[in-house]
């Protein structure tokens, strides 16, 4: 596929099957299991569905095309496809950096997990990851971070690692290969949670990874088979169905964000806010440089925890759910969840509501009282 296509059209032409006559256009699920075998023992591809399976295929090759990748595996959710990573990239005696300021199951499972198999665990921030690249064996970056949106200069850090002989993986969930391409950024590895923006309707779990390495892609595929952490069949059907409108889903999101944003950093209740596309947020001239859309989520803070509660309650378009990337647009208050924030910082994701009614349904839930 050329690059003349948009990213509507990629999307699309991604999950399409060949024509086939009698056939639907779009396949439905496969059963995870049983298959029929083959008298030539050895020859079948089709199995057990814990190995692979059609559905699998076609999302993973969909998966592979939108990232720019030569390979995809899917997973049972994003929390387990990051996990089989680091098992697979992070031997005892490594040094492992994982985001300070990304999702913290991640450095929760690195402190209990990894580090007591050996590992040296660094936590390092957007800002402090570029030195603790210069000494690790494995680096983790988050970029646009969760839920700060601080954004890492992929280019940079990659290029930190390669000078040291380190792994880079970085986790795309919130950019989505829609807005951020980290394999042709310098990346070895590209994790991301489907449960988000890509299936896109908050109705299933699902997680991925990308990459080019076949030696790599190989060891992976091996620890998907041997832990189980696979996704169902149906599920990955779901991730097919949602792939196809993710362009205009996304770019919906976006310019959604971006508007909240830019609203919301002139609203006089409002203490602070932060989108990689405004124009003067600390992150914009490197989000700019590498982003091609800056992504659904708008970070900001009121007064309280007081202060969140009431803008949800006086809203009609607002919904409180911690999750994000769905159609319908969220707001979560994560001192709630034990982040390091203050009660009144809280987290948007934007849904694909007309701009218009969003802004003033929020702009007028802010002015209410």
Not at 69 to 78: E, M
């Amino acid at each position: 596929m050329t690059d003349r296509y948009g990213d509507s059209t990629r999307a699309v032409k991604a999950v399409s099957s060949l024509p086939i006559p009698g056939d639907p256009i779009q396949p439905g699920p496969v059963p995870a299991s049983a298959y029929h075998l083959s008298d030539d023992e050895g020859s079948e591809q089709n199995t057990y569905g814990r190995a692979t399976n059609p559905t699998w295929r076609q999302l993973e090759s969909a998966l592979a095309e939108l990232e720019g990748a030569a390979a995809a595996l899917t997973f049972g959710s994003g929390m387990a496809a990051i996990t089989a990573a680091l098992r697979v990239m992070a031997k005892p005696g490594s040094v492992l950096v994982v985001p300070a300021d990304g999702y913290y199951q991640v450095r929760r499972y690195a402190a209990e997990y990894l580090a007591p198999q050996g590992i040296t665990v660094h936590e390092a921030d957007a800002e402090q990851i570029y030195q603790a690249a210069g000494s690790a064996d494995v680096v983790l970056a988050e970029t646009p971070t969760n839920p700060a949106l601080d954004v890492v200069d992929l280019r940079r850090l990659a290029q930190i690692c390669r000078q040291r002989g380190a792994r880079l993986l970085v986790d795309n969930t919130t950019a989505t290969p829609l807005g951020q391409q980290p394999l042709a950024l310098g990346a070895d590895l590209v994790v991301a949670s489907a449960t988000k923006a890509l299936s896109g309707h908050s109705d299933l779990l699902a997680g991925y990874i990308a990459g080019t390495d076949p030696d790599l892609m190989a060891a992976l595929e091996r620890e998907r088979l041997l832990s189980g952490a696979i996704l169902g069949s149906f599920e990955a059907w779901l991730v097919l169905r949602s792939l196809g409108s993710l362009g205009l889903r996304f770019d919906r999101q976006c310019r959604n964000a971006l508007a909240l944003a830019g609203a919301l950093a002139s609203h006089p209740r409002v203490r602070s806010v932060r989108h990689p596309g405004l124009p003067d947020d600390p992150s914009h001239p490197v989000a700019a440089a590498q982003m091609r859309r800056f992504g659904g989520l708008v970070s900001f803070e009121l007064a309280d925890a007081r202060a969140v509660h009431a803008l949800v309650q006086r809203s009609d378009l607002l919904v409180a759910a911690t999750s994000f990337g769905g159609i319908h647009t969220c707001v979560d208050r994560r001192a709630r969840w034990g982040d390091p924030v203050a009660g009144g910082f809280a987290r948007i994701s934007a849904g694909i509501e007309d701009t218009d009614d969003l802004v003033a349904d929020v702009l007028a839930a802010l002015g209410a009282g």
